[in-house]
């Protein structure tokens, strides 16, 4: 098969590797598109390698049709349409998952497209609602609210009756944000997101979803309401800040840090069948839909890095195989 790895380091190069074959609790799934992330940016350049035993090029999510069925996997069947959260190997034209990360690709998306929801609806749901416990009339904070995770993060919060505030760095991104249901806009270029959401809601964000991290610690803090939950799953501006732990006692603030892509196979089992059953629907209903903003050719990955740097985007980035549905 050809698949996309990291050689020289800090460079991708498209090449051929054996096909993977399905172990037992696992399909091989024939790739028609894989999600481009931050974290394959990272592993590209040497700061966020594959955990043991996963694939080592890049890829945490891919959709396409069942090729194989692995020893003891049953309710599925070859050439059924699915997409998959993965710990590694997405870049490629085939590749290897346990059955209990792959979801049926929702009616009314198309399999291409579907390839842009498994990484950001598991890391949404189960950070922004199973951890952090979000609640319709609460009020989300979300940095970065033209990201992959931001444009799912709004779409979902939204769906349940949840209130959104978003950042971002364009008013562009912003409006669009807005037509997916947040409530509250503020260009972090020019004004001050403690401020706007203080004005907007004097006590504060319930929850606030960031990426950025350290320089963002003391600000999110104080953005948050008594009882608020501060999730960070990123740390794009660096990784230490001073913590005002009285600040946390008083206002009974609590703060999580969590990732996704290290959990065990038992995990992310579970988070995809919480997806499967919670957020499925709202996407089959039409109320929640992935927000694909560009498609680039397997062999131009390198390229479709670039654009997510650029950080020009609003939404997610998609590899395509060009592979077709069997027949």
């Known amino acids: 098969m050809r698949a996309v790895i990291v050689?020289?380091?800090?460079?991708?190069?498209?090449?051929?590797?054996?096909?993977?074959?399905?172990?037992?609790?696992?399909?091989?799934?024939?790739?028609?598109?894989?999600?481009?992330?931050?974290?394959?940016?990272?592993?590209?350049?040497?700061?966020?390698?594959?955990?043991?035993?996963?694939?080592?090029h890049p890829g945490l999510e891919v959709s396409g049709w069942i090729e194989q069925l692995g020893p003891g996997v049953a309710g599925w069947q070859v050439g059924e349409a699915v997409c998959a959260l993965l710990a590694g190997g997405g870049y490629g034209e085939k590749v290897a998952v346990p059955v209990g990360q792959v979801l049926p690709v929702p009616q009314g998306v198309a399999v291409e497209d579907a390839a842009a929801l498994p990484e950001v609806t598991c890391t949404v749901w189960s950070n922004v609602f199973t951890l952090a416990g979000l609640?319709?009339?609460?009020?989300?904070?979300?940095?970065?609210?033209?990201?992959?995770?931001?444009?799912?993060?709004?779409?979902?919060?939204?769906?349940?009756?949840?209130?959104?505030?978003?950042?971002a760095g364009s008013d562009d991104k912003l409006a669009r944000c807005a037509e997916l249901g947040a409530d509250l806009l503020v260009n972090y270029r020019t004004e001050d997101f403690v401020e706007r959401v203080r004005s907007f809601e004097p006590a504060g964000a319930d929850v606030v979803l960031d990426v950025v991290g350290a320089p963002y610690l003391a600000r999110n803090l104080d953005v948050l309401a008594t009882g608020g939950r501060l999730v960070v799953i990123a740390t794009q501006g660096g990784t230490r800040a001073e913590l005002d732990l009285g600040l946390l006692m008083r206002r009974r603030i609590s703060l999580h840090g969590t990732t996704l892509r290290a959990r065990s196979v038992e995990e992310k089992t579970a988070v995809v069948a919480s997806v499967r059953d919670h957020v499925w629907p709202l996407v089959v209903d039409g109320g929640v839909r992935p927000v694909v903003f560009d498609r680039f050719p397997l062999a131009e990955a390198a390229r479709a890095h670039e654009v997510l740097e650029e950080s020009s985007h609003v939404g997610k980035l998609v590899l395509t195989t060009g592979a077709q549905a069997p027949a």
Do not use: C
């Open 135 to 167: 609640r319709p009339g609460e009020l989300l904070l979300v940095h970065g609210g033209s990201s992959g995770i931001g444009t799912m993060a709004v779409q979902l919060a939204h769906q349940v009756g949840a209130r959104v505030a978003v950042t």
């Open 7 to 56: 050689d020289p380091p800090g460079s991708l190069r498209l090449t051929e590797l054996p096909d993977p074959v399905a172990g037992p609790g696992e399909v091989v799934v024939r790739v028609a598109a894989a999600g481009v992330n931050r974290a394959d940016v990272m592993q590209r350049q040497g700061r966020y390698p594959s955990p043991p035993g996963a694939p080592e």
